[in-house]
């Protein structure tokens, strides 16, 4: 997922898993983090939580820029190593914090720190794009609903509690990632939980495929911090239109300037647009976005088929959920 990151230049000390991985002697990179609602919070670390804002610039007194920062008192580092795929690292930000993610659990997976799981204890709804991915079920025509990019589960734990009969198949590229999902997002309890209805696969999620088909796919890869090259191609979108059922459809989390690429010559809001014009020659006039941000920090979401009803959705759906419902709109192309 990807919940930007920006910079930061604090270094946590790990407390180590029994993962039996490598830890990284090296400080991680710049750490903050950020979430996506309908507003754009660029969230820092504060060294210390009495550190406030000062608008002289001659004074010695630490500054920043907003005043929403996590003391860094408030967050601890779980985990941290380097896996075949990704640099992973798992935070946790205190109850005590008094910040919108207080209480939270963040999967980061790569250089920049983009957050690409979110957890609470007491809650499954994330005020972040997962919820958006928990509206595609009354859509779906009877069938199992993959998940490409499984990461942390963050998706697959609100569908499950929110709808009794889904069935999920998540597709997950690094074993590690799931390993961590199991031992520090609940992935375990889930799994014993729902043994029916919750499936997980290691391996190439382009490659995902069941019987029958899938009712739905939610779609969310990204490498290195931008959304995976391959879904700049037509012919990918082609080959994922052919594992659905007759009625089934496609939410994808298209990225934007929200994430941060490891490369910086790579634009994310440019790879998004991209991603929809491949979408778009493969589902012509069925292609709809959803931008949780309106401001320059952007992040979208993708859409196939025809638009639905969208009284009857919002009749379907949880009382947190229906808020995004009248968000879409048409995909028009860039301008």
């Not at 990204?222 to 496609?250: A, H």
């Not at 809001?269 to 778009?280: F, G, Q, R």
């Amino acid at each position: 997922m990807k919940l930007a990151v920006a910079q930061s230049f604090f270094y946590i000390q790990p407390v180590l898993p029994n993962l039996h991985q490598a830890v990284v002697r090296c400080p991680p990179p710049p750490i903050a983090t950020s979430r996506r609602h309908t507003l754009s919070l660029k969230i820092h670390l504060s060294p210390k939580s009495h550190q406030t804002h000062n608008p002289n610039p001659q004074t010695t007194t630490t500054q920043y820029e907003d005043d929403d920062g996590i003391p860094i008192e408030h967050v601890k580092t779980l985990v941290k190593f380097k896996s075949r795929y990704n640099y992973i690292r798992v935070l946790e930000v205190s109850r005590r914090a008094d910040h919108t993610l207080a209480g939270s659990r963040l999967l980061l997976l790569d250089a920049p720190g983009n957050i690409h799981s979110i957890s609470y204890l007491f809650k499954s709804i994330t005020n972040t794009y997962f919820d958006v991915f928990a509206t595609l079920p009354p859509l779906l025509p009877p069938g199992p609903l993959g998940i490409l990019g499984y990461g942390a589960g963050s998706a697959a734990k609100l569908i499950l509690e929110t709808y009794s009969q889904i069935i999920i198949h998540g597709w997950e590229l690094d074993q590690s990632v799931i390993s961590v999902a199991r031992e520090y997002f609940g992935l375990a309890k889930m799994e014993a939980q729902y043994p029916d209805r919750l499936f997980i696969h290691i391996g190439n999620a382009l490659n995902a495929s069941i019987r029958d088909g899938f009712s739905g796919i939610l779609i969310d890869l990204f490498s290195k911090g931008v959304v995976i090259p391959e879904l700049q191609n037509p012919q990918t979108w082609y080959n994922l239109r052919k594992n659905l059922k007759r009625g089934g459809r496609i939410m994808v989390n298209v990225g934007g300037n929200c994430v941060e690429p490891e490369d910086i010559r790579k634009d994310g809001s440019v790879i998004m647009e991209e991603t929809l014009k491949a979408m778009h020659k493969v589902f012509p006039n069925e292609l709809f976005v959803l931008s949780l941000d309106s401001r320059k920090e952007d992040s979208s979401l993708a859409l196939t088929g025809e638009f639905p009803d969208v009284n009857e959705w919002k009749k379907r759906l949880k009382k947190p959920l229906k808020f995004y419902v009248d968000m879409w709109a048409p995909y028009k192309g860039s301008s």
